[in-house]
């Protein structure tokens, strides 16, 4: 179980635009990397709009958002471009990451749990939200904890 103050495991995924991205990419930026359960369901539409309402003020900061999920390529690139999010979205159709970061939502299915890793520039975890519900202001935490961090 990874916890604050681990080093963030690499991975590589593809996004909703077709490219591969590795989180090492990300190196000296803050990453806010956040797994959803589904793309397309009520729930997970209301925080991915939350953070691409707050996008300007999470890139102000330096920060990147990644968003990962286990649905398909096809199907987090309709959901990006049906509401226009600005930031990566990552498919891990396999749940390797899912895994890897211990968020697999249970044992019947690849699904992921609500659940938020800030990375630091140095990739080490420095914040772990969980048990998140994306009608709490989900991006919004994730903003302000950042900010916490950044003005320390």
């Known amino acids: 179980m990874l916890k604050e103050g681990n080093l963030a495991p690499d991975f590589e995924l593809t996004s909703n635009n077709g490219e591969k991205v590795k989180l090492s990419n990300f190196k000296g930026r803050f990453v806010v990397l956040y797994f959803y359960p589904r793309a397309m369901t009520a729930g997970c539409t209301r925080e991915g709009l939350r953070f691409n309402e707050l996008y300007d003020d999470f890139k102000k900061l330096n920060v990147e958002i990644l968003g990962v999920s286990t ?3 096809d199907k987090i690139k309709k959901f990006s471009e049906r509401y226009g ?7 891990d159709a396999e749940g390797y990451v899912v895994g890897l970061y211990g ?10 749990e609500r659940t938020t890793f800030i990375i630091d ?8 939200l969980k048990n998140i519900r994306p009608a709490e202001k989900h991006a919004d935490q994730s ?4 900010k916490k961090i950044i003005n320390k």
């Open 71 to 73: 649905d398909s390529v």
């Open 103 to 112: 968020v697999k939502k249970d044992s019947t299915s690849l699904a992921a």
């Open 85 to 91: 999010f600005k930031f990566k979205l990552l498919s």
């Open 121 to 128: 520039p140095n990739g080490i975890i420095v914040k772990i």
């Open 143 to 146: 903003l302000e904890e950042l």
